[in-house]
């Protein structure tokens, strides 16, 4: 059994009784079978040091309110997930031993979808799957944009910030409108859905006064219950673009040939370089490549590049719009890119925007399970541990940073699967999977030293992470110096404020409540 800090087991039994006669009998899971769901299965090293005491699954907003009541009177840690796929950074896992995991996913109506306007409202347990689906048996002329893979909850992804393929990539900046439960279980709209009734919840963010949806993403501040996210409209044509490059030094003049195109509004999506072996990921087994201990030796690149019909790198963008538009921009972009060192010739797929084919992917925001093939790399049980620094679009920054995280993730035995993406405009973020067999102990925890080593070095040149893994918050997190920590203990003036019993995800993204100053009750 494993209890909430500072509760003793007669307590945990009479406020699970509390919670079971809120959420229903069957809908609070203390079994140590049924916690296993919501154990990390990718976590980098012992799962169990950060256990769930117990997880429940309300159905209804007022439940989740008398749920938070009772966390409220007994001090139980609450770890709000919408549908708990965070795989990469945590899955389900809370940062504190003992939380209860509050499982939304039951929660799942997609309330409006507007095709007029161009967005949905939805429940935290609408995946991308659900919305996707709707919207095709609606025949409605709007896009999603998914992260893969496309299992993921459509709020809960948004709450982490999380990034897709499309015009649209930037989670967070598609938001519009938030229901949330406060910690003390006082139920807020934000946006126009302050105003009763009002029409304008899904459209605008700037309501009379302040805002706070920001607040409450990559924090412990609410339990976020509606969202507003703005959808695309189909476009006429689609057009995705890939180019090879058959050098290893040409990473940086392609990035520098984006950004002025990225920049310049001609590629609206997050173009990107994907190295050799970020290809390969989900294409083999690092058996059936190379057979020996640690990273792919550099010696064999050449011959396995020309066996697997693969480039050092591979640049995926496209173009959406009108035709006129998308041929008028094609051929800038095939001006602005063939000059690039080892260049092939722009290879591109046209589509009318109501058939694009299924393997158009992310990009065209088609959900998938595709990204699961890439779990297969490491053998035994494939998991992956995201590395996701962030950097200026620079080519220069680029080469640097992919020698040095080359040769450092080599040193601790792993493959580099690079890829530098022009997230947006003005900076990359690159979302690098540390592969590994979580089965195997010392590879998962050699998994999590590469990712604190790779993150030391990030704090020395002034970069930093657009999220991290539950099991590393507190060290992300305090990379944030800036005179002595101001951002912090301005999160926690705010964490106390509104959560003065300390209940709401205690430790996430590094903020713990007044009593757990310093981490771990
Ligand atoms: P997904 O399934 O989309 O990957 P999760 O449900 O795993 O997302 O959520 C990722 C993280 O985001 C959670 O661990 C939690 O910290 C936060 N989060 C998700 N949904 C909510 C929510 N409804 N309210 C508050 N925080 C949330």
Redesign the pocket.
């Known amino acids: 059994m494993t209890l909430p800090p500072k509760l003793s087991a007669r307590d945990f039994t009479r406020a699970v009784a509390e919670l079971r006669s809120i959420v229903g009998a069957d809908w609070v899971f203390t079994e140590e079978d049924d916690r296993q769901a919501w154990r990390d299965p990718m976590f980098p090293g012992d799962a169990r040091r950060v256990d769930l005491s117990a997880a429940v699954a309300p159905a209804t907003v007022q439940e989740v309110q008398a749920v938070v009541k009772v966390a409220n009177r007994y001090r139980l840690p609450l770890?709000?997930?919408?549908?708990?796929?965070?795989?990469a950074?945590?899955?389900?896992?809370?940062a504190l031993k003992g939380t209860i995991v509050l499982d939304?996913?039951r929660m799942n109506r997609i309330l409006e979808v507007n095709e007029q306007y161009g967005y949905a409202i939805v429940e935290?347990g609408v995946?991308y799957f659900d919305l996707y689906r709707h919207i095709k048996a609606k025949g409605l002329k709007l896009w999603i944009d998914c992260?893969s893979p496309g299992?993921?909850?459509?709020?809960?992804?948004a709450?982490?910030r999380?990034l897709g393929n499309t015009p649209y990539s930037d989670h967070a900046a598609q938001q519009c409108g938030m229901e949330?439960v406060l910690p003390t279980g006082d139920l807020v709209r934000t946006g126009m859905g302050a105003i009763e009734n009002s029409p304008l919840w899904g459209l605008q963010k700037n309501p009379f006064g302040p805002t706070f949806d920001g607040m409450?993403m990559?924090?412990?501040l609410?339990?976020?219950?509606k969202?507003g996210i703005w959808l695309m409209p189909e476009p006429e044509v689609f057009a995705q673009c890939n180019i090879r490059l058959q050098r290893e030094d040409a990473l940086g003049p392609m990035i520098d040939a984006l950004r002025p195109l990225r920049l310049n509004g001609t590629i609206q999506n997050p173009a990107s370089v994907r190295s050799w072996i970020g290809m390969l990921l989900g294409q083999a087994t690092k058996k059936e490549v190379h057979d020996g201990p640690g990273a792919i030796p550099r010696e064999l690149v050449p011959q396995i590049l020309q066996q697997r019909n693969l480039s050092w790198w591979s640049t995926g963008f496209s173009l959406y719009g009108y035709e006129e538009v998308v041929e008028a921009n094609l051929k800038v972009v095939r001006k602005a890119l063939g000059s690039v060192p080892g260049a092939e010739a722009l290879s591109v797929r046209k589509s009318a925007g109501d058939k694009v084919p299924d393997s158009a992917g992310t990009q065209a925001g088609v959900p998938s399970l595709g990204a699961f093939s890439t779990l297969n790399w490491p053998g035994g049980r494939g998991s992956h541990l995201d590395f996701s620094p962030v950097y200026e679009p620079s080519g220069a920054v680029a080469m640097a940073e992919y020698q040095f995280m080359r040769e450092l993730f080599e040193r601790h035995g792993f493959d580099f699967p690079a890829t530098y993406s022009l997230t947006s405009p003005r900076y990359m973020a690159c979302v690098t999977p540390i592969m590994f067999d979580a089965d195997n102990r010392q590879q998962a925890e050699a998994a999590g030293r590469l990712f604190l080593e790779a993150h030391q070095h990030l704090g020395t040149k002034g970069y930093g992470l657009y999220r991290a893994h539950?099991a590393f918050m507190d060290q992300v997190q305090q990379a944030q110096g800036f005179n002595q920590h101001a951002l912090r203990r301005l999160s926690e003036r705010i964490k106390d404020a509104l959560d003065p019993q300390g209940i709401l995800?205690p430790g996430?993204q590094g903020i713990w409540p007044k009593a757990m100053k310093g981490g771990r009750a």
């Open positions: 770890w709000p997930v919408s549908t708990g796929k965070n795989y950074y945590g899955g389900a896992s809370p939304l996913k935290p995946t992260p299992w993921a909850s459509v709020l809960g992804n709450m982490e999380g949330v409450f990559q924090s412990n609410g339990i976020v219950t969202m539950v995800a996430k």
